[in-house]
């Protein structure tokens, strides 16, 4: 839930940032986020497999122009919805989603810390055979 939170957050500065990005209430922007972690956990994903050689070719710059165009689709949708956030272009997209995710890191590294961040399991333990 924090992460939606940060996420709405992101938006809102992003909003406030860039130009073509317009926004509504904070409550609208939550919803934003939400939709925003739901493709870019689909159809961020599928498009990153897609256009694997194109990133690994870049280094992963090119997961930047995918990230923004998701952002673009996610506020079209949104404002198909009836919420209050816009994005105008590709390129209000790119930089927004630039923003929003720096932002949203910056805010769950500094009120999270690394606790926050994904575990990895406990690599298999051996089993001493006994002779």
Do not use: H
């Not at 406030?16 to 159809?43: H, K, P, Q, S």
């Not at 994903?45 to 165009?69: D, R, T």
């Not at 949203?104 to 001493?128: H, T, Y």
Request: one cysteine or more; a positive charge; glycine letters at 12%.
């Amino acid at each position: 839930m924090l992460r939606f939170l940060f996420s709405a957050i992101g938006l809102l500065v992003a909003s406030a940032l860039v130009v073509g990005l317009r926004r509504g209430t904070f409550l609208e922007l939550i919803a934003v986020a939400v939709i925003l972690g739901a493709l870019n956990a689909t159809l961020g994903v599928v498009l990153k497999f897609i256009a694997f050689i194109p990133v690994a070719c870049s280094l992963g710059c090119f997961s930047l122009v995918i990230n923004g165009l998701v952002f673009w689709l996610v506020g079209n949708l949104a404002a198909k919805l009836g919420l209050g956030f816009r994005v105008d272009g590709f390129w209000p997209g790119f930089f927004g989603a630039l923003v929003t995710s720096v932002v949203a890191g910056l805010l769950e590294r500094m009120l999270l810390g690394k606790e926050a961040q994904p575990r990895r399991p406990a690599p298999p333990r051996r089993i001493k055979v006994v002779n």
